[in-house]
């Protein structure tokens, strides 16, 4: 299973809603995922936007510099946690706190 089919699964993923003449609504989260897999995911979400040092940095980004609302920032947070998620276990490696909020560029060995 690929992380945008883990995402898919949850429900924290996008989803544009158009319909004949509004087609400049803004995408919300699909709630076609797990409800219980999206509920269990909110509080480690909103834990980690406050405490952990680079997902902190992440969600501030979010709101200060995209101008997003607290609840679609925590929804970003879901939905980066369980690509990281994804990543620890395909990879077999432990969380990595500084590749979580860092350019594709720093990340390669």
Not at 38 to 51: E, G
Not at 62 to 86: N, S
Request: aromatic fraction near 8%; charge should be positive.
């Amino acid at each position: 299973m690929t992380a945008k089919q883990w995402v898919a699964m949850a429900g924290p993923d996008p989803r544009q809603h158009q319909s004949g003449t509004s087609v400049d609504k803004p995408a919300r989260i699909s709630k076609a995922g797990n409800k219980y897999l999206r509920k269990a995911l909110y509080m480690p979400a909103l834990s980690a936007a406050r405490t952990e040092e680079h997902v902190r940095g992440y969600y501030q980004h979010l709101i200060e510099d995209r101008h997003l609302k607290k609840i679609q920032a925590v929804c970003a947070v879901m939905r980066k946690l369980l690509h990281a998620i994804h990543g620890m276990l395909s990879n077999q490696t432990d969380f990595d706190a500084a590749r979580f909020y860092s350019a594709p560029a720093e990340i390669a060995p």
